[in-house]
């Protein structure tokens, strides 16, 4: 599973001219799920997005996590986090997930992160949407889980 986390002032999903979600200071996640990705991965995923310390302190410091903060996050589906552009100029999307199963994950994910109390808006999986952010920092960081689908070494 891997994901790519931005620390957010505001942001926003779109679909078809209708706003879906949208939160004010927070974390945007675009999640990608990967062939061989268990609820272990989703477990790992969700630990990480709710305790990760990159919400500054009173003394400036990147000290305080989701859990620790009245913050929001929005939740997006992103299956070309797995493209792989190594070879030519098309993209292979080969390692992502089939998409029933893909679905089943990224939404175990979003009712995990909301069973341990946070707001969780989301996109709509599969639908071409319209993402919206103010990145604040930028503070952005690359997460990906020990599964099998990630990379060994």
């Known amino acids: 599973m891997?994901?790519?986390?931005?620390?957010?002032?505001?942001?926003?999903?779109?679909?078809?001219?209708?706003?879906v979600s949208d939160i004010g200071p927070g974390l945007l996640v675009l999640l990608g799920v990967g062939k061989g990705d268990t609820e272990a991965?989703?477990?790992?995923?969700?630990?990480k997005l709710a305790t990760l310390r990159i919400f500054e302190d009173a003394a400036g410091k990147m000290n305080l996590s989701l859990e620790e903060t009245s913050r929001q996050l929005i939740v997006v589906s992103q299956f070309t986090l797995y493209g792989d552009a190594r070879k030519g100029r098309r993209p292979s999307?080969?390692?992502?997930?089939?998409?029933?199963s893909a679905?089943?994950?990224?939404?175990?994910?979003?009712?995990?992160?909301?069973q341990r109390g946070l707001s969780v808006g989301t996109g709509i999986f599969a639908?071409?949407?319209?993402?919206?952010?103010?990145?604040?920092?930028?503070?952005t960081?690359?997460?990906?889980?020990?599964g099998p689908a990630a990379p060994k070494g």
């Open 2 to 19: 891997r994901a790519v986390v931005q620390r957010v002032l505001e942001a926003s999903v779109t679909v078809e001219g209708q706003r």
């Open 41 to 47: 991965d989703v477990a790992w995923m969700v630990e």
């Open 93 to 100: 999307f080969i390692d992502a997930m089939e998409p029933v």
């Open 103 to 114: 679905k089943a994950l990224y939404e175990r994910t979003c009712e995990l992160l909301r």
């Open 127 to 139: 639908a071409d949407m319209k993402v919206a952010l103010v990145n604040d920092g930028p503070v």
């Open 141 to 146: 960081l690359l997460l990906e889980s020990p």
